[in-house]
Structures are given as C-alpha cells and as structure tokens.
C-alpha cells in the first residue's frame, strides 16, 4: 500500500489533487501456472487551493484539518500548497 497525491490539476483559479491510497495485489497458481493482479484506489482526501487558501475535504465532504491531512501523509499539506508538480509523496508508506 502507498499513500500519494495525485496530479495537480488547475481549474477557474483552484488547484485541486486527491490524496489515495493505492494497492495492487498478486495471484500465482502454482498448479495452474497462472498469475492475476489487481490494483484499488481509495481516496482519502481531496485538496484544494485557492482564494481562500489551502483547504481538505474527505470524499464525503466533511472538512478536514490540517492535522488530520499530515496524519495520513506526512508532509502532503505543504508539499500541496508549495505546488510541487503530480507524483508528489508518491512513496509514502501506508499508515
């Protein structure tokens, strides 16, 4: 599991990124010498940036801090409103 922002992107004047939690899980059949995977992505929360400054929401909507945000990956609020580029925390470690 690795917990990473997702591209920036920048719309009207917000920019705008989802923190997730992402996971790809592997299959090896030895008898049946076969192999599946599959992957999930779960948001976390989405982070926004604009007028009123840098602010979180979880998928619901419901606000989150600032605290709450760095809980879940350090380094992810300021990383965001610093506007470093997609990719960014991209090998955190899960909690």
Same mark, same amino acid.
């Given at each position: 599991?690795?917990?990473?922002? @997702?591209?920036?992107?920048?719309? =009207? !004047?917000?920019?705008?990124?989802? +923190?997730?939690?992402?996971? %790809? *899980?592997?299959?090896?059949?030895?008898?049946?010498?076969? +192999?599946?995977? @599959?992957? =999930?992505? %779960?948001?976390? #929360?989405? +982070?926004? *940036? !604009?007028?009123?400054?840098? =602010? #979180?929401? #979880?998928? *619901?909507?419901?606000?989150?801090?600032? #605290? =709450?945000?760095?809980?879940?990956?350090? !380094?992810?609020?300021?990383?965001?409103? @610093? !506007? &470093?580029?997609?990719?960014?925390? &991209?090998? +955190?470690?899960?909690?």
């Amino acid at each position: 599991m690795t917990i990473c922002v @997702q591209e920036i992107a920048e719309i =009207r !004047g917000f920019r705008i990124a989802a +923190l997730v939690e992402r996971s %790809v *899980d592997v299959y090896v059949s030895g008898q049946a010498r076969s +192999l599946a995977a @599959q992957g =999930r992505l %779960v948001p976390l #929360a989405i +982070l926004l *940036d !604009g007028p009123g400054g840098v =602010r #979180a929401v #979880a998928p *619901d909507g419901t606000a989150l801090s600032r #605290a =709450r945000v760095e809980g879940l990956a350090p !380094g992810a609020w300021e990383g965001f409103a @610093q !506007g &470093d580029p997609g990719g960014l925390l &991209d090998t +955190l470690p899960g909690p």
